[in-house]
């Protein structure tokens, strides 16, 4: 059981941060609760002040981005909460990580990260749950997630959110195959994958088996 401060429920998580996120998907109905809508508006405005700080019209990130005008005008209302492509995408523009993207929403930097603090992020379109463990921080140099995917799921990513960006993929569980800049790899439990990202990148796991892993990004 997750939560962030001010703790938010998503799916079986009884206390965790909930972000429906949407691109190609159908639109979802998000929570009404005051803890979610303070999170979606604070998040809206993160969105909002980063295209602001660069001088980009809607338009300009909309090209940057490869997301529609209409799309991110909702985002940025908090009309709606983004996919894990959606925000890919917009990451990928600002040349920051997802996790610090969500940093920015959240509270400073703090040294003892209980498992209950650690923000737990989920796309139930893809069957995907991300722990943040050690969360990103100006002073801190890299993060660890702790993520699982459902068997016969994929998740793709156009490009890097910083050029060079350095992953160390520690497999816990199950079976997965991830396709770094062209090159397909398959994990086992115990395999390490160590890459720097500087295009493409897709995750994808076999109908039988679904994968947990952990992520150390630096």
């Known amino acids: 059981m997750s939560r962030l401060p001010g703790g938010i429920r998503i799916g079986e998580y009884t206390q965790s941060t909930e ?24 998040l809206a405005a993160r969105l909002k002040m980063l295209r602001q700080d660069r001088g980009w019209s809607l338009d300009d990130l909309a090209g940057r981005a490869g997301i529609s005008r209409a799309t991110l005008s909702r985002l940025e209302n908090a009309e709606v909460s983004p996919t894990a492509s959606v925000l890919g995408k917009l990451c ?3 040349g920051l990580t997802m996790s ?14 209980p498992e209950q603090a650690q923000a737990v992020w989920v796309d139930d379109s893809v069957g995907f749950r991300r722990r ?26 156009e ?11 520690l497999m816990l569980d199950g079976e997965l195959s991830i396709t770094v800049d062209g090159q397909a790899h398959r994990l086992l439990p115990g395999d ?7 295009g493409a990148s897709a995750f994808a796991t076999p109908p039988h088996s679904g994968a947990r892993y952990l992520l150390f990004i630096v």
């Open 19 to 42: 972000f429906h996120i949407w691109d190609k998907f159908p639109i979802m109905e998000k929570s009404t609760t005051a803890a979610d809508a303070g999170l979606d508006h604070r």
């Open 92 to 94: 990928a523009a600002y």
């Open 100 to 113: 610090r993207l969500m940093l920015m929403v959240e509270d400073d930097f703090v040294a003892r990260v």
């Open 132 to 157: 943040s463990v050690s969360p990103p921080s100006q002073r801190l140099a890299g993060e660890v997630l702790a993520c699982e995917l459902a068997a016969n799921a994929r998740i793709a990513y």
């Open 159 to 169: 490009q890097s959110p910083r050029p060079g960006l350095e992953h160390h993929l």
């Open 192 to 198: 390490c994958l160590r890459y720097q990202l500087f």
